[in-house]
């Protein structure tokens, strides 16, 4: 069975750090391009980050460019997003989600895990 489970969510203070762990099991997670994504309540979800599953290619939407970081750990079949300088406005339920092409397009993804909570608030 295909799954991803996210976690590592929760409550920060702005200008504080949360690290968020995408585990995949049932698949080896280096076949696929692994992608971040985040949806705030009334709004549509959007892509935050993406990481290529050929040669490790990075990329991020604007709004978090320079303060979020995606990584893959192939030997613990885990994408990690560190978010650093974190800001109200990135408060959104994050989602990882598994797919062919790599692309911040959230249409490019086969399979979502269920999400997980960040809340930046003082």
């Known amino acids: 069975q295909v799954q991803l489970v996210e976690s590592g969510g929760g409550l920060v203070q702005p200008g504080g750090s949360r690290r968020l762990s995408c585990a995949a099991s049932?698949?080896?997670?280096?076949?696929?391009?692994i992608g971040w994504f985040r949806q705030a309540p009334g709004k549509e979800r959007e892509g935050v980050s993406c990481?290529?599953?050929?040669?490790?290619?990075?990329y991020y939407a604007d709004s978090v460019k320079g303060r979020f970081t995606i990584s893959r750990d192939n030997a613990k079949n885990t994408v990690y997003l560190q978010m650093n300088s974190l800001k109200p406005e990135d408060t959104a339920v994050y989602y990882c989600a598994g797919g062919v092409v790599v692309t911040l397009d959230r249409r490019g993804y086969d399979f979502w895990g269920q999400g997980t909570q960040v809340t930046v608030s003082s």
């Open positions: 990481i290529s599953s050929r040669d490790g290619s990075t």
């Open positions: 049932g698949f080896t997670l280096n076949d696929y391009a």
